[in-house]
């Protein structure tokens, strides 16, 4: 690491930070899933999510300019404009199937299988494999290095207030609010990431992500409750802590990973991604895919379905 970089506001390039500058936000989750079950139309993303007009309006042009939504004339009478899920969009369906595998196997409410499989018909969980060994994907198996993105860039310091709201109509969520605590925050998964990479105390952590103390402090707090991390001294003192992965954690990593590629393919510049990895058990660079645990298939949004 070159200390000389490492001022006040360089972070390294990582794709997870420059995807949860983007979905990062309570909203964008809710309506992106809401994208996913076939919601096109204002009005209807307006009523199922009980959102004020306004915030949905500026989320739906923020993912217009992001190029995650496309705007069409609608094929609803009375509406001007539908929202569509553009190919770049479409894309973070791994993403949310991740997330959805998670919530499924750690949120009691949820523990039944939320997506079916059109394919085979089946109910199902999804599932990230290794693209050429077709083992489940699993932190300890992987490891990574600089790739040729590898780069120092200045940590965006725009203030975004926190959405708190974003969950009041709950029929039409799959979603459940823990789910959405942790990934509808552009800091929380870059926390949680942070025990991927070995970095455990918090003066690393915060020297790493260029955070506001006050603000790792919440987000650290957060995940402890949740238990995604666990706290164990190190030193008494004074007293410190470091923060280790939980098994609950550990799980995260498939999704982690998911938003990692969509962000090497999407928000990568020319030179290529900031880390690659290496999945150890095949000795080949780690591609993630997300099958159907029932059949084996890949998963795409057409050949899904949300059981709800
Ligand atoms: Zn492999
Ligand atoms: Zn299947």
């Not at 990895?277 to 084996?296: D, M, T, Y």
Request: aromatic fraction near 8%.
């Amino acid at each position: 690491m070159n200390q000389s970089l490492d001022s006040r506001d360089l972070i390294r390039a990582s794709s997870i930070h420059r995807v949860l500058e983007i979905i990062g936000d309570r909203w964008v989750a809710v309506i992106l899933q809401q994208c996913f079950l076939g919601v096109h139309g204002f009005e209807e993303f307006q009523r199922r999510l009980d959102i004020p007009r306004s915030t949905l309006s500026a989320r739906l042009s923020m993912l217009v300019d992001q190029d995650i939504l496309s705007r069409a004339p609608s094929s609803t009478p009375n509406q001007r404009l539908d929202y569509l899920l553009t190919e770049k969009g479409r894309d973070l369906f791994d993403t949310a199937l991740m997330a959805l595998a998670w919530q499924q196997q750690w949120v009691p409410r949820f523990n039944q299988p939320a997506v079916r499989h059109l394919g085979c018909g089946q109910p199902m969980t999804p599932m990230m494999v290794c693209h050429e060994c077709s083992k489940p994907v699993d932190a300890r198996e992987v490891t990574f290095r600089d790739g040729p993105g590898a780069s120092w860039i200045t940590r965006n310091k725009r203030r975004r207030r926190r959405t708190t709201a974003a969950s009041s109509s709950r029929q039409a969520l799959a979603v459940s609010e823990e789910l959405l605590d942790l990934i509808g925050d552009r800091w929380t998964p870059q926390v949680v990431a942070l025990g991927f990479f070995g970095i455990r105390r918090f003066d690393e952590m915060q020297k790493t992500l260029k955070l506001a103390s006050n603000i790792l402090t919440d987000r650290l707090k957060r995940v402890v409750d949740m238990d995604i991390f666990r706290q164990r001294q190190y030193q008494s003192r004074p007293p410190r802590s470091e923060y280790l992965l939980t098994e609950k954690g550990f799980s995260l990593y498939p999704m982690l990973m998911a938003m990692t590629q969509w962000g090497d393919r999407w928000c990568a510049g020319p030179e290529g991604p900031p880390l690659l990895f290496r999945h150890e058990a095949c000795g080949k660079p780690l591609k993630g895919v997300v099958i159907c645990n029932q059949c084996q298939s890949p998963l795409k949004p057409d050949t899904t379905e949300a059981i709800i």
